[in-house]
């Protein structure tokens, strides 16, 4: 089993920056591939981004190629996206979710609470 808790959510205006972090327990960290989802209001949870077990390879959804960075720290167990030029539609709730394959599943292993990105115009 593996707890993950996200933070860093909140309310930004549009063209603004945030940094989510996903601190992971439990089972070994390293062994997971880690990724990122959203859901906004009405529409499915879809995949945001993505990153392999040692971080050499990443990948993203079109929508947020080259405004997120996403990245981890094996030592902090912590998965981190930094989403910068933020727009009103990245507003959602963001879940980090870890996987034992990679590219990541639409149905991951485990995922966390989940964490609110609001983005004002």
């Known amino acids: 089993q593996v707890q993950l808790v996200e933070s860093g959510g909140g309310s930004v205006q549009a063209g603004g920056s945030l940094r989510l972090s996903c601190v992971g327990s439990?089972?070994?960290?390293?062994?997971?591939?880690m990724g990122w989802f959203r859901q906004a209001p009405g529409k499915d949870r879809e995949f945001v981004a993505g990153?392999?077990?040692?971080?050499?390879?990443?990948h993203y959804a079109d929508s947020v190629l080259g405004r997120f960075i996403i990245s981890r720290d094996n030592a902090k167990n912590t998965v981190y996206l930094q989403m910068n030029s933020l727009k009103f539609e990245d507003m959602a709730v963001y879940y980090c979710?870890?996987?034992?394959?990679?590219?990541?599943?639409?149905?991951?292993?485990?995922w966390g609470q989940g964490t609110q990105v609001t983005v004002s115009s």
């Open positions: 439990g089972r070994t960290f390293s062994n997971y591939a």
């Open positions: 979710a870890a996987d034992l394959v990679y590219p990541l599943s639409l149905r991951p292993l485990y």
């Open positions: 990153i392999r077990w040692s971080g050499e390879r990443t």
